[in-house]
Nanobody, 120 residues
């Protein structure tokens, strides 16, 4: 079993930055793809981006809506993934979730989420 805990959410102003962390426990996740998702009120959960496991080169993937503004990275020594969010917009307001899975299309483990609110 893998437990994921997100942190780093909060309030930001438009144009500002936040950095989310996703700490894994229970098992090393270096071979897992780590994904970030978000869900805004009244909307479906959407994919934000992901980073593949070390064995597949740590390739990153991003939704078009965040490309160029958000950066995903991982520190396998810390068993942690990160989501650096720059140039934030009010439409980035959502609960952000991290997830771990064996590939970018299938996630087995999910965190509880952290709220990000961007004011205009």
């Amino acid at each position: 079993q893998v437990q994921l805990v997100e942190s780093g959410g909060g309030l930001a102003v438009a144009g500002g930055s936040l950095r989310l962390s996703c700490k894994a426990a229970g098992r090393t996740v270096s071979r897992y793809t780590m994904g970030w998702f978000r869900q805004a009120p009244g909307k479906e959960r959407e994919f934000v981006g992901g980073i593949s496991g070390t064995w597949t080169g740590g390739t990153t993937y991003y939704a078009d809506s965040v490309k160029g503004r958000f950066t995903i990275s991982r520190d396998n020594a810390e068993n942690t993934a990160y989501l650096q969010m720059n140039s934030l917009k009010p439409e980035d307001t959502a609960v952000y979730y991290c997830a771990a899975g064996l590939n970018v299309e299938s996630y087995e483990y999910w965190g509880q989420g952290t709220q990000v609110t961007v004011s205009s």
